[in-house]
């Protein structure tokens, strides 16, 4: 009988905290009838994007909960901060980030105030004129040149490069609503008492194993190094006998990643993936062109993985290189002869036209070539109106870009960055989670591709005369520029798009181009186990369209049968189809790590490694979970009422379970 009497006295226990709690969860007149409901009512999860915690061989960088339990804290509005009398999770306005974040770093009394961060995400998308959490001057420390005082992003405040030991999250535009109506109800309690609390789980593996640099925590295995996987190809493929007799290489290369304050919102879309859609789009357009193999230079396309962290992609590629890896084979560093870079593009606008600068690597007569190859396209497309310019003498020298690792690796690289600017960003968003699509104009980017692919055609031509009804012939689909966008850059399709799913069967349909980090030994084979959903699509994009299709049209879910073949869209149901492409992957992660013995190891410096010394080898912690929720809590007195009524019910219940034992007994006695 006693045993019988739990459910019931659970039940009367649940019902006096209903009566007891729900004044204090439900706010909005919302009826709490069961436990589950109460739980619900409790405990909102917070849809949010984290910021977390980087680390480098000098220290770390990057958000994390100090020490190896969760933040509890009530949450406030920013503008009480200076009447902050406890740790308290502060609710902050977009457009006051940068301004608090450098505050916080230099003000020790506020730091310790500050329990955690919620970034607001919406209601200054219109007003906001520009927000750039990186610095003045991007990866300085790679420059092949002195003067590295010079502003290229005048609205970078660097404040994504400190280290803070607080947890700190962008909310989406959904979670601000809440999280203000929370704040709101804190700051109007009478007795000052602020009961919604936020909880944060942001505990780093870094942190709990106090490692605090990447040789440490690489040793200890609490880390794992940035990376992923660059792709690159040729057009036409390479043959056997192309190889024998290999033309003089036109690279040109785009980068695929971008960097942000939050991890997981890092779009980038002008700065850079702009620049790779005009690639993608002018590899399209070649495609279509007839007799490439008679051209006198060979087209070797390049989307690099890991250029926001250390040029990962670059300076990997070029190792490998040196080193004539498998994942290089057809080519060698000493047949690039010049390099073309599309940067930034989606905002070369001047006086209704588009209009680009072009950024010289140094004054050599192969530069001078590329420089008027750019404007003898540029003219070419006549009404079209779109414009080049040589960038001014006055810049110290190229912008942060790919064409930089080149530069260090080789001084005698000729080369060109295309970019939308001229001596600084016009990018006010670079780095920021706000450099989405609203940040760039399609028409630009085709513009850019259109100038690009007609350039190539007459560089490749070489000393041959330019067939001006071919060159007039080549045309960008305006349409591919606009389906590149949506499901690079959005959710919806995102890469659940028609064109992605002709390829791929992605792992998330939103996009995010944060490198990540390489997880296993680099593969020995053209076939990765961890490529991320973008490089994916690329190689498989850049594959169809540099490829032709092979002799065997039957399906393909891997390999194919000769060698020279490829299987593009083995993903996708039914599978894909066996094409002749010179399409490889090249791992991108930093020259100074090593995987060997199941684990990383970082390398000393090496002296044929110019950029080594100035590599900072990025990792990034590991993590169990990442949370953010809200929930109410009871004041003392409160807490003291319902333990009083808690007890008061219990002792009712067991007075009542003797009283009906005795009562019981009496009656069975009886009988």
């Known amino acids: 009988m006693a045993a019988g009497s739990t459910p019931p006295l659970l039940a009367a226990v649940a019902g006096v905290l209903l009566v007891f709690l729900a004044p204090a969860v439900s706010g909005d007149g919302a009826t709490l009838e069961s436990v589950p409901d109460l739980v619900k009512a409790m405990y909102v999860n917070i849809e949010s994007f984290p910021c977390v915690r980087l680390l480098n061989l000098s220290g770390e960088i990057g958000c994390s909960n100090p020490g190896h339990g969760q933040i509890i804290a009530p ?70 040149y002195s003067n590295v005082s010079h502003d290229w992003n ?6 994504m490069w400190n280290r803070y030991d607080f947890p700190a999250f962008l909310l989406s535009e959904e979670s601000t609503q809440t999280l203000r109506k929370i704040a709101d109800k804190n700051a109007k309690s009478n007795n000052g008492y602020q009961a919604n609390v936020a909880e944060f789980d942001l505990v780093m593996q870094t942190t709990k194993a106090e490692t605090h640099d990447s040789e440490s925590c690489l040793k200890e295995q609490s880390c794992l190094p940035l990376g992923g996987q660059s792709v690159w190809a040729s057009l036409p493929a390479m043959s056997n006998e192309s190889m024998k007799h290999q033309k003089p290489i036109i690279m040109v290369v785009a980068s695929q990643d971008s960097a942000s304050f939050f991890r997981d919102r890092s779009l980038g879309a002008d700065s850079p993936l702009s620049g790779l859609i005009a690639l993608l789009t002018a590899v399209d357009a070649l495609s279509h062109l007839h007799d490439l193999s008679k051209l006198k230079k060979q087209l070797v396309f390049a989307a690099f993985d890991g250029e926001a962290w250390g040029y990962l992609g670059s300076r990997k590629f070029l190792q490998e290189l040196d080193e004539g890896d498998d994942s290089v084979n057809g080519i060698n560093s000493s047949m690039i002869e010049q390099v073309l870079e599309i940067g930034s593009v989606g905002k070369g606008i001047s006086q209704g036209h588009p209009l680009f600068y072009a950024h010289a690597a140094r004054n050599s007569s192969i530069s001078e070539k590329m420089l008027d190859a750019l ?99 080549i045309k960008v689909n305006v349409t591919l520029v606009e389906e590149l966008i949506g499901c690079l850059l959005t959710c919806d399709p995102g890469l659940s798009c028609g064109l992605a799913n002709s390829f791929i069967s992605p792992s998330n349909s939103c996009p995010s181009h944060y490198v990540g980090v390489f997880q296993d030994s680099p593969p020995s084979t053209q076939f990765p186990a961890y490529a991320d959903d973008t490089s994916r699509f690329i190689w498989n994009f850049l594959a169809d369209r540099t490829g032709t299709m092979a002799g065997n049209t039957s399906s393909c879910t891997g390999k194919c049968g000769d060698e020279s073949e490829i299987c593009v869209g083995a993903e996708v149901e039914g599978g894909g189809r066996c094409v002749v492409s010179t399409t490889r992957y090249v791992p991108a992660y930093s020259t100074r790590l090593k995987f060997e013995d199941n684990a990383w ?71």
């Open 75 to 144: 949450v406030v509005r920013f503008n009480s901060i200076d009447q902050l009398v406890q740790p308290s999770a502060v609710l902050l306005p977009l457009d006051q980030m940068s301004d608090f974040f450098l505050r916080v770093s230099n003000d020790p009394e506020l730091y310790h105030k500050v329990a955690g961060v919620l970034v607001e995400s919406n209601g200054v998308h219109n007003s906001l004129l520009e927000l750039s959490p990186d610095r003045k001057f991007p990866q300085e420390d790679f420059a092949p």
């Open 154 to 159: 005048p609205a970078g405040s660097g404040i």
């Open 375 to 473: 404007q003898s396209g540029s003219d070419s497309l006549g009404s079209d109106n779109v414009k080049v310019k040589p960038a001014a003498a006055s810049n110290p020298g190229v912008p942060p870009s790919s064409l930089m690792a080149f530069m260090r690796k080789n001084t005698s690289t000729s080369g060109v960055v295309l970019e939308d600017f001229d001596s600084q960003f016009s990018n006010r968003f670079y780095h920021s989670y706000l450099d989405n699509p609203a940040n760039i104009n399609s028409s630009e980017i085709a513009a850019a591709a259109a100038l690009v692919a007609r350039s190539l055609y007459i560089l490749a031509t070489a000393d041959m005369p330019v067939d001006l009804i071919t060159l007039n012939n």
């Open 601 to 671: 190891h970082v390398l000393p410096v090496n002296l044929s490694d110019p950029m080594g010394a100035a590599d900072p080898v990025w990792t990034e912690s590991y993590w169990n979970t990442i949370s953010l929720r809200v929930y109410a809590v009871q004041s003392t007195s409160s807490d003291w009422l319902v333990l009083l009524a808690g007890l008061s019910v219990t002792a009712v219940s067991y007075l009542g379970v003797i009283v009906g034992r005795t009562y019981i007994s009496k009656i069975t006695k009886r009988d």
